[in-house]
């Protein structure tokens, strides 16, 4: 998924050099809104159908929500810290860290709120979250706990990295894994745009 998402880039830059003209901008404007449209869509359908996260909430109650908020909360609060070291506005860097590795959605979303740069930087950042994200779960799990690696993988838990996750940690974890993922996955395209009109200005 990872090389396919990545030639797709570097095929895009191409046509976008060689191929298309600039007047094709406007266009891929409205393409790019339908394809967000779509994109959310899917996304309330793999959360909505996934009835083991909804059965295995009710039974843990809150409890089990700390682990995905905790993530978000040190997302969000670590890229805003990054951004400022790099003089990046608030509220672009607070909505690229709620991204929480989903690269797709936050490069159309980024891309939407604050033209194609921004949809980039979102892109690629989440892109890296999830190569080192395969690299931190084992270590991870073995030097500061099962949880932690659920937190590595951030949105992805719940499908590229959960491989990772299980074979690091136990059953259990997994599930933790598999409901953290989805919370997150849930919480990206809400929180992106909220983060970036709250701090607007800051």
């Known amino acids: ?3 396919a998402a990545l030639g797709s880039l570097a095929l895009g830059l191409l046509c976008g050099l060689f191929v298309f003209p600039p ?3 406007a266009v891929m404007d409205t393409v790019m809104s339908y394809a967000l449209a779509v994109l959310i869509f899917s996304v309330g359908i793999e959360v909505g159908t ?3 996260v909804f059965r295995k909430i009710r039974e843990y109650n809150v409890r089990i929500l700390v682990i995905p908020f905790g993530v978000a909360a040190a997302s969000i609060v670590g890229a805003v810290l990054v951004g400022l070291l790099f003089g990046m506005p608030v509220n672009e860097s607070a909505a690229i860290g709620s991204g929480f590795g989903f690269y797709s959605i936050s490069a159309v979303i980024m891309r ?11 892109f690629l950042t989440h892109m890296l979250h999830e190569v080192l994200a395969f690299l931190v779960i084992p270590f991870a799990a073995r030097h500061f706990g099962r949880y932690t690696a659920v937190a590595a993988g951030g949105a992805t838990a719940m499908d590229t990295t959960l491989p990772a996750i299980a074979r690091a940690t136990d059953e259990e974890t997994v599930l933790m894994a598999v409901i953290s993922g989805v919370v997150l996955t849930g919480l990206a395209p809400v929180l992106m745009p909220l983060m970036y009109r709250l701090f607007e200005g800051v």
């Open 112 to 122: 939407e709120l604050g033209g194609a740069q921004l949809g980039t930087i979102a």
């Open 50 to 52: 996934n009835k083991t």
């Open 1 to 3: 998924m990872i090389i």
């Open 23 to 25: 007047e094709v901008i």
